[in-house]
């Protein structure tokens, strides 16, 4: 379906990072990290999108430390990215590393500049599987990377970054980390997991779980995303084909579930502006905008307003608009300066940005 509100742009690698430009609130613009095999020739593609026109400007810089498995932007500075890549050791041996760099602000989108190392981080005590390294909400020198076994809280503000606070897991079967999210609401001092198929949160200022929720999904959980609207509300996808909205108040069962992808989900995303829109990204090789109006904000149904004569209607759940790829989509972002711009990206390095569709945007907004 409807591959007609999208633009397409197409890399010459393999490719599975994407991340929005967080700190830019004008421009539509994300960022692509590649995964070439030739470690030297790996790149970070900065796309930037022109609603107007429907045109897309480009810059490219080389990442020549190795293929990129994941990339963050920091949502204070524009020019401040995270990448976890696998580097080659002078041995012949692949390892996971993890670092900050600077985009350069370049005027001439012909040349392919380098990006400029803005902080080192020494892991190779902590195990040498790299899961990601993300930013902290509203704290310029803080992050934290999450590795296979460890959760790691950094000082970012020197150009090497200095352990803060550790979290170990541990547990029968030696259990694993997959990937970790800031809690944005609770003064950002919780920090949440996926381990498993479970949920784990820590306080950031002790390293103590916060609160847990087991069993979240029935094969391995892929990602998490926190509602910025409500608080207490999480979204979590995994590879039993699931998208679910959790209460952490009440974790005996998930407030909204939905089964529309056919393969495993990797990727789940609130609208930030329009909590009732789900974005998912699967190795079904589709990116669904799905409705979760019913356990959104904008359902008022517990407030009684006697004033209005005529009560908005709301959208019923469920898939509202898809687009197909043709490999697996590991990575689905909304556009923070444009909140009915969403783009995907496709292990053959094809990017999607699409449009949600004008009835729908109509529907919420009216």
């Known amino acids: 379906m409807e591959n007609e509100n999208s633009v397409i742009y197409g890399l010459e690698f393999q490719a599975r990072a994407l991340a929005p430009q967080l700190a830019e609130t004008e421009k539509i613009r994300f960022l692509i990290g590649t995964q070439s095999l030739k470690q030297t020739t790996n790149q970070v ?23 990129i498995w994941k990339l963050n932007t920091s949502p204070l500075d524009k020019t401040s990215l995270a990448t976890c890549y696998n580097a080659v050791s002078n041995d012949n041996t692949c390892c996971m590393k993890t670092a900050l760099y600077r985009i350069p602000q370049t005027e001439n989108p012909e040349t392919v500049e380098n990006l400029s190392l803005g902080t080192k981080f020494e892991t190779d005590q902590y195990g ?13 020198n803080k992050a934290v990377t999450v590795m296979e076994n460890h959760v790691v809280f950094w000082d970012i503000s020197g150009e090497e970054a200095k352990s803060i606070l550790n979290v170990q897991l541990s547990g029968k079967n030696n259990p694993k980390f997959t990937t970790g999210k800031w809690n944005p609401h609770q003064n950002c001092n919780q ?12 306080d950031v200022r002790s390293g103590e779980v916060a609160w847990n ?41 998930p407030v909204y579930s939905r089964s529309d992808h056919s393969h495993w989900v990797w990727c789940i995303r609130f609208n930030p502006f329009h909590d009732q829109l789900l974005l998912s990204a699967s190795s079904d090789a589709r990116v669904l905008i799905s409705s979760a ?22 959208i019923s759940d469920g898939p509202l608009q898809w687009c197909e790829h043709e490999d697996s ?30 009835t729908l945007k109509y529907q919420i907004m009216l």
Request: charged share 25%; with cysteine.
């Open 45 to 67: 593609h900065l796309v930037e999108f022109n609603e107007e026109d429907s045109t897309i400007k480009t810059s490219v810089f080389n990442h020549p430390e190795g293929e």
């Open 128 to 140: 040498s599987e790299i899961k990601t390294t993300e930013f902290h909400p509203t704290d310029l």
């Open 191 to 202: 920090f949440t997991t996926a381990t498993e198929t479970h949920l784990k949160t820590y």
């Open 213 to 253: 929720i087991d069993n979240v999904h029935s094969q391995l959980l892929r990602d998490l995303d926190y509602n910025m609207n409500k608080q207490y509300h999480i979204a979590t996808c995994g590879d039993d084909g699931l998208i679910k909205i959790w209460d952490f108040r009440q974790t005996a069962q």
């Open 293 to 314: 109006a019913s356990v959104s904000s904008e359902n008022n149904n517990d407030v009684c307003i006697h004033d209005e004569t005529e009560t908005k209607q709301m």
């Open 329 to 358: 989509v590991y990575c689905a972002e909304w556009s923070p300066a444009e909140p009915w711009i969403f783009a995907s990206l496709s292990y053959d390095g094809r990017l999607l940005i699409s449009r949600v569709k004008k």
